[in-house]
């Protein structure tokens, strides 16, 4: 079954369950669809639909951020329940010690020795490791690995 089918099925489910905020972070998530498709005049694909929840996961934790440090803990734990209901539907994140060795192992592919090199890594690691692991997790061990 498609991305979007199991996506859908599970809004309707919020909807029979009368459960309104899975159903709402559900609607926001299928209007991101449909504006995309609008905007780009083409069909989604699951690593398309993969790509927007993660572009609303990280503008749900930027402004959980901005929460924080503004003490509206209220709207905060919204952002944090969003994320709950998104996560479900993203591909398993690798862990710090399978990122490593992937992102050593690109290390060696490409040659690289020094932070001049980093740009070459994280091309093909950003390729590679696309949605197993955040930009910013995989910057971080390039670097640290690279230092």
């Given at each position: 079954m498609l991305l979007r089918e199991i996506i859908n099925q599970d809004l309707k489910n919020?909807?029979?369950?009368?459960?309104?905020?899975?159903r709402d972070a559900l609607r926001l998530l299928t209007s991101a669809f449909k504006q995309i498709e609008v905007d780009e005049r083409k069909e989604l694909i699951d690593e398309d639909i993969i790509k927007i929840i993660q572009k609303q996961v990280k503008s749900r934790n930027?402004?959980?951020?901005?929460?924080?440090?503004?003490?509206?803990?209220?709207?905060?734990?919204?952002?944090?329940?969003?994320?709950?209901?998104?996560?479900?539907?993203?591909?398993?994140?690798?862990?710090?010690?399978?990122?490593?060795?992937?992102?050593?192992?690109?290390?060696?592919?490409?040659?690289?020795?020094?932070?001049?090199?980093?740009?070459?890594v994280m091309g093909k690691a950003s390729n590679e490791l696309n949605g197993k692991a955040d930009g910013k997790r995989i910057n971080g061990m390039v670097k640290k690995l690279l230092a």
């Open positions: 919020a909807m029979k369950a009368k459960d309104t905020k899975k930027d402004s959980i951020v901005q929460y924080k440090e503004a003490a509206r803990d209220d709207l905060m734990q919204v952002e944090i329940d969003e994320i709950a209901f998104y996560m479900p539907y993203l591909p398993a994140q690798m862990t710090d010690e399978e990122l490593s060795s992937a992102v050593s192992t690109i290390i060696q592919e490409v040659g690289a020795t020094t932070m001049k090199d980093m740009g070459k």
